[in-house]
């Protein structure tokens, strides 16, 4: 005899509640209230004739008949998506910080379009945290001090190699020829990454004066922006400055070396088996592998 199921609307609210554990999350990323999640939860229940979550006033965690249905329906709904997805292919979306696409990514998109005409890829600007289904993120680029989703598929992009750069009529001005002068500069930070002088003296060892920044900037493009008009000396990954340093006006007195990150690519596991993903996961690879200093 054949069971009816449950409503797939509330199956779909509780799956959101118990991955993460909140109502009031699962709320935002179905776009209702959390009267309406709560109501669907509770009808599930009511259905099931099991209590399925646990309420409380900061977390709503899933009892153990909870969980193993949760787990049971997040492969459910990933399948489904990832059917639909490769029945109707749309745009993929890359996330990266507005510093890696406006350094890095958008010069060389040209490239990419170049050589595969037939990828469509949409561009987010985040640097934090993301949840593919809600962000409608396809693949994102991230360092490895991020936790990456749970469901992500990760593929190492290589090391971040870090050092300072200025401008030449700083580096004259200023007589930076070892790293003990860079404490008479006035150096630059970002407050995405306040610890930034800090880790590159860790990695190289420095042991002179301590370096203070005495700028500081919302991002990293804005600081190398700041650098670049000769307001300082910043320290910045080196795929951010490449252009820079080519063109001749930054200029790395110590040169670059391998930072504390690592960079990572996530990729939606739905999306895994699309060609046109794996197309731009191969260049993202390859274009990465290409810029990797002399050491």
Known sequence: ??????????????????????????????????????????????????????????SSDPTPEGARLA???????????????QVTP?????????????????????AFHAAHGEVQIELNTNYDRVDFSRDRISVAIR????????????????????????????LRAMDLRRPEDLNRAVLLSTQTRPEAWRDWCAVT????????????????????????FGLGVAVVPHM??????KAGRLVAPFGFVPGQRQLKLWIASHLGDRPDLRALERWLSAEMRSIVPEG
Request: with cysteine; hydrophobic share 45%; aromatic share 6%.
């Open 240 to 245: 951010l400055v490449i252009s820079e340093v």
């Open 90 to 110: 749309g745009p993929l979306t890359l996330s990266c910080s507005a510093s890696i696409m406006l350094c890095w990514l958008i010069p060389r998109m040209p």
């Open 205 to 228: 060892g420095y042991a002179g004066p301590p370096l203070e920044p005495r700028r500081s900037f919302e991002h990293f493009y804005l600081m190398i922006q700041a650098a670049a």
């Open 71 to 85: 787990e049971g329906l997040s492969a459910a709904f990933g399948l489904i998506e990832a059917t639909i997805a």
């Open 143 to 170: 360092n490895s001090t991020i936790p990456a989703p749970r469901d992500a598929l990760i593929r190492d992009l290589g090391r971040e190699w870090i050092g300072p750069v200025c401008t030449p009529d700083t």
């Open 1 to 58: 005899m054949a069971h009816s199921l449950p409503s797939l609307v509330a199956l779909r609210a509780f799956e959101a509640a118990a991955r993460h554990r909140s109502l009031t999350r699962a709320a935002e990323e179905l776009c209702v209230t959390h009267g309406a999640v709560s109501r669907h939860v509770k009808a599930l229940e009511a259905a099931l004739g099991v209590p399925l979550m646990r309420r409380g006033v900061l």
